[in-house]
């Protein structure tokens, strides 16, 4: 089985569980923020049979429902040494009325949400916190990362990262003692090169979040597909790419075709092939594909018995998508 090494030592198997989805709906206004309605029995099925399936590494945030994420996962994984739990912080959901308020990262504020980050999780310590704001600015985000290591000294949190997809911001606090990951967008149809360039340089952890492209490189979605409403896919936000309004993006669509005959390569189904394309792209990827059912949590992890795509195939996906190699 591929394994990651992480900043304490410890070896997990190289993929993760994304626990956005299991956090319910939560908005802003009336835009969704959310991925629909949860069954959170479902949910705790399916992070018990990740589980069984060897996955260690669970990834959320204080915002996903209002807190409700944390909640799911610290039901079902209570008193599980053997599991790391990531959780981020910045953006704000009010877990009564489910609405997004202010961010805020302000030093009591992240005192505060870690009390709570650490009741809904059942933990006494946070294995990896992660500011969630990817834009902050860095002179701003100085005063975080002191807070947090501060944090660390007290016995909070066991090391802490940034989720963000800028490299420059990646890069300026990659030697600060405590600092061991990078969460950001990175798949085959964006494959991150200028982070992944900044994270083995500095040997952080490359935690890939959208591996499968917000679910278009799981193959379930025609073009002329629909979403709810109520799924964020469905909203009109800026940083949504693959999917515009509800549908399948047709440019990436028509990106997802030319290469899906190489992504099923050896028997993989698609979204087997895209975790594959992050394995084979660097040894420091740890990708968290979203999981919220059984059937999604047996699949994602059934990469695992495939391992990285090979070196020729990943070769073929370059030429067809008209960029150039970037060897591993």
């Given at each position: 089985m591929l394994m990651r090494s992480l900043w304490d030592g410890l070896e997990i198997p190289a993929l993760g569980f994304g626990?956005?989805?299991?956090?319910?709906?939560?908005?802003?206004?009336?835009?969704?923020?959310?991925?629909?309605?949860?069954?959170?029995?479902?949910?705790?099925?399916?992070?018990?049979?990740?589980?069984?399936?060897?996955?260690?590494?669970?990834?959320?945030?204080?915002?996903?429902?209002?807190?409700?994420?944390?909640?799911?996962?610290?039901?079902?994984?209570?008193?599980?040494?053997?599991?790391?739990?990531?959780?981020?912080?910045?953006?704000?959901?009010?877990?009564?009325?489910?609405?997004?308020?202010?961010?805020?990262?302000?030093?009591?504020?992240?005192?505060?949400?870690v009390e709570m980050s650490l009741r809904n999780l059942r933990r006494e310590k946070i294995d990896l916190l992660q500011l969630h704001l990817g834009g902050l600015p860095i002179s701003e985000a100085e005063a975080v990362f002191e807070q947090l290591s501060r944090m660390r000294e007290a016995g909070k949190i066991d090391a802490f990262g940034w989720s963000?997809?800028?490299?420059?911001?990646?890069?300026?606090?990659?030697?600060?003692?405590?600092?061991?990951?990078?969460?950001?967008?990175?798949n085959v149809l964006d494959p991150a090169d200028a982070m992944i360039a900044v994270i083995e340089k500095a040997a952080l952890v490359s935690i890939d979040r959208g591996p499968l492209a917000m679910g278009l490189l799981s193959g379930r979605f025609a073009p002329g597909d629909r979403l709810a409403a109520n799924d964020v896919r469905s909203a009109s936000l800026e940083w949504l790419t693959y999917f515009k309004d509800g549908r399948v993006s047709p440019e990436f669509s028509a990106r997802l075709d030319a290469i899906r005959g190489c992504l099923t390569t050896g028997g993989r189904t698609l979204a087997q092939g895209a975790i594959g394309w992050l394995w084979a792209r660097s040894p420091a990827t740890l990708p968290i594909p979203g999981i919220r059912t059984v059937r999604q949590a047996e699949e994602?992890?059934?990469?695992?018995?495939?391992?990285?795509?090979?070196?020729?195939?990943?070769?073929?996906?370059?030429?067809?998508?008209?960029?150039?190699?970037?060897?591993?």
């Amino acid at each position: 089985m591929l394994m990651r090494s992480l900043w304490d030592g410890l070896e997990i198997p190289a993929l993760g569980f994304g626990g956005w989805a299991i956090g319910g709906p939560f908005f802003a206004g009336d835009v969704p923020l959310g991925w629909g309605a949860v069954d959170d029995d479902e949910s705790i099925a399916a992070i018990h049979r990740a589980l069984d399936l060897g996955i260690r590494f669970f990834d959320t945030a204080s915002n996903y429902g209002g807190g409700h994420s944390e909640a799911v996962i610290g039901r079902a994984l209570e008193g599980r040494k053997d599991v790391v739990i990531a959780t981020k912080f910045g953006h704000v959901t009010n877990p009564a009325t489910k609405q997004a308020e202010a961010d805020n990262v302000a030093p009591e504020f992240i005192t505060r949400i870690v009390e709570m980050s650490l009741r809904n999780l059942r933990r006494e310590k946070i294995d990896l916190l992660q500011l969630h704001l990817g834009g902050l600015p860095i002179s701003e985000a100085e005063a975080v990362f002191e807070q947090l290591s501060r944090m660390r000294e007290a016995g909070k949190i066991d090391a802490f990262g940034w989720s963000t997809d800028d490299p420059e911001r990646a890069a300026a606090f990659a030697g600060l003692d405590g600092f061991v990951s990078i969460q950001h967008n990175m798949n085959v149809l964006d494959p991150a090169d200028a982070m992944i360039a900044v994270i083995e340089k500095a040997a952080l952890v490359s935690i890939d979040r959208g591996p499968l492209a917000m679910g278009l490189l799981s193959g379930r979605f025609a073009p002329g597909d629909r979403l709810a409403a109520n799924d964020v896919r469905s909203a009109s936000l800026e940083w949504l790419t693959y999917f515009k309004d509800g549908r399948v993006s047709p440019e990436f669509s028509a990106r997802l075709d030319a290469i899906r005959g190489c992504l099923t390569t050896g028997g993989r189904t698609l979204a087997q092939g895209a975790i594959g394309w992050l394995w084979a792209r660097s040894p420091a990827t740890l990708p968290i594909p979203g999981i919220r059912t059984v059937r999604q949590a047996e699949e994602n992890a059934g990469a695992l018995a495939f391992g990285p795509l090979p070196a020729d195939v990943m070769d073929e996906i370059e030429r067809l998508l008209g960029r150039s190699r970037v060897a591993a």
